[in-house]
């Protein structure tokens, strides 16, 4: 059974970088599907902040961009977030996620979520 | 302010037939990008019901289904049970070049 797990600080500075790792268990990262980083703020939808493949192409949500880096390791069977430049307004629940096929579909395996907050 | 439009809240009793809509535009569902939903119980991650606009994923129960017409899709649940009371999101593709979900839907079992 696929998993996947969230780590990184629980609480980030304003201006800041926010950064996380999600790591893949039972099974491997594969060009097969996307790898992709959501988030929901306290008592709020869900947002896309941006999807990787295996050979590392990447795609973001427009309003996120300019702040975002999502990086893979094939190695460690991990990939990254990096939002930089946080506010309190990035305060929110992340989760990394696996479509289940193309970019462009649902996800279908999630990480637990880890809470982020930002205040310094 | 989302992309795609839900109703905040829905209701129904056990054993009944509810829907949830989702309305969105041109630029996503009225250009025929797939839809996909999902169930989310307070505290926990949201588990995908359909993907695909009308596929479930193994394991999803056939009392779950969903439909899309033009700018719009909805997601229908029969033969509701206690336990069906959680928050439901859709999710499409915007022409944005961004993912998009709609802002949720409580659903209340009474």
């Known amino acids: 059974q696929l998993q996947l797990q969230e780590s990184g600080p629980g609480l980030v500075k304003p201006s800041e970088t926010l950064s996380l790792t999600c790591a893949v268990s039972?099974?491997?990262?594969?060009?097969?599907?996307?790898w992709g980083w959501l988030r929901q703020p306290p008592g709020k939808g869900l947002q896309w902040i941006g999807s990787i493949s295996y050979s590392g192409s990447t795609y973001f949500n427009p309003s996120l961009k300019s702040r975002v880096t999502i990086s893979v390791d094939t190695s460690k069977n991990q990939f990254s977030l990096r939002l930089k430049s946080v506010t309190a307004a990035d305060t929110a629940v992340y989760y990394c996620?696996?479509?289940?096929?193309?970019?462009?579909?649902?996800?279908?395996?999630w990480g637990r979520g880890t809470l982020v907050a930002v205040s310094s | 302010q989302s992309v795609l439009t839900q109703p905040p809240s829905v209701s129904g009793a056990p054993g009944q037939r509810v829907t949830i809509s989702c309305t969105g535009s041109?630029?996503?569902?009225?250009?025929?990008?797939?839809v996909h939903w999902y169930r989310q119980f307070p505290g926990t991650a949201p588990k995908l019901l359909i993907n695909g606009n009308t596929n479930r994923p193994s394991g999803v129960p056939d009392r779950f289904s969903a439909s899309r017409s033009g700018t719009s899709a909805s997601l229908a649940i029969t033969g509701l049970q206690a336990e069906d009371e959680a928050d439901y999101y859709c999710q499409s593709y915007d022409s944005s070049l961004s993912v998009v979900f709609g802002g949720g839907t409580k659903l209340t079992v009474l």
């Open positions: 039972g099974g491997s990262l594969s060009n097969d599907y996307y």
């Open positions: 041109s630029s996503n569902i009225g250009a025929n990008y797939d």
């Open positions: 996620a696996r479509t289940i096929a193309d970019r462009l579909s649902g996800f279908d395996y």
